[in-house]
């Protein structure tokens, strides 16, 4: 299987908060099957908490906003408003072929760390606006 990790420039891929993270859960194997711990999973480099934010990220067609899970691994729980310009530190995309042989690929995003964006959105159109 074919696994592509690319940094994204964030500059240019501002995203926006929905204001929904969740805590992952650690996951044991038992006789009668894998169930949660109800414990949260930690990650072993860093000690850290595993953390998922619902982010909307510029990713559709013609840059309409759609929904991704963005995995971040921090102590830091910043608050983020719904709707609100987001900074997503080291944010890197994992491509790779759609599971079960299904067509196209399966995006999976990750960041160092996310907080409430400090500088005004630069979406696409602030950048075009810019070269005209």
């Known amino acids: 299987m074919f696994e592509f990790n690319a940094p994204i420039d964030t500059n240019l891929m501002q995203g926006v ?3 929904h993270a969740q805590t992952m859960e650690r996951w044991e194997d038992t006789p009668a099957g894998r169930r949660s711990s109800g414990q949260p999973l930690i990650d072993e480099a860093t000690g850290a908490p595993v953390r998922v934010y619902d982010v909307m990220l510029p990713t559709g067609r013609d840059g309409r906003h759609e929904l991704h899970g963005v995995r971040v691994i921090s102590h830091e729980v910043p608050e983020l408003a719904p709707y609100a310009p987001v900074e997503l530190v080291g944010l890197v995309a994992k491509v ?10 399966d995006v999976a995003f990750s960041a ?6 400090t500088a005004p959105a630069r979406g696409r159109r602030a950048v075009e606006g810019e070269a005209a």
């Open 17 to 19: 908060a929905t204001g």
């Open 96 to 105: 790779r072929q759609a599971r079960n042989g299904g067509k196209g690929v």
């Open 112 to 117: 160092e760390s996310i907080r409430p964006a």
